[in-house]
């Protein structure tokens, strides 16, 4: 492959990813978002994250999985638990994997 077609390749892979992201950046920067926007906008890392996660909690295998052989779902309820009640990031983590290294070393899921 040609080295310019993969550096042409690369700058616009760049500048696809950054103009959504700086454009709207630049546009608001100087003005104050009324507060049902703000209220609107601080569920946006919560649906995003959810919408990323669900996939892989609820399926398995290409198919819904909601029995007691899901070990990421199972492990998700103890996970989010931890999140709520702690509001720690690194603790939900440590409980995330600790749980599924657990089930998969308990029983070999």
Known sequence: MDQRLIFATIVGMALVTYIPRAVPLIALA?????????RWLSYVP???LSAMLAPCLLLG???LNL???????????PT???AIFTRSFFGSVAV??????????????
């Open 30 to 38: 100087s003005r104050n978002l009324p507060p049902l926007m703000v």
């Open 46 to 48: 919560t649906a995003v």
């Open 61 to 63: 295998e290409g198919e």
């Open 67 to 77: 029995g007691l052989d899901n070990l990421f779902l199972l492990a998700a309820i």
């Open 80 to 82: 989010f638990a931890t």
């Open 96 to 109: 995330g994997m600790g749980v599924v290294a657990a089930g998969r070393y308990l029983f070999a899921m």
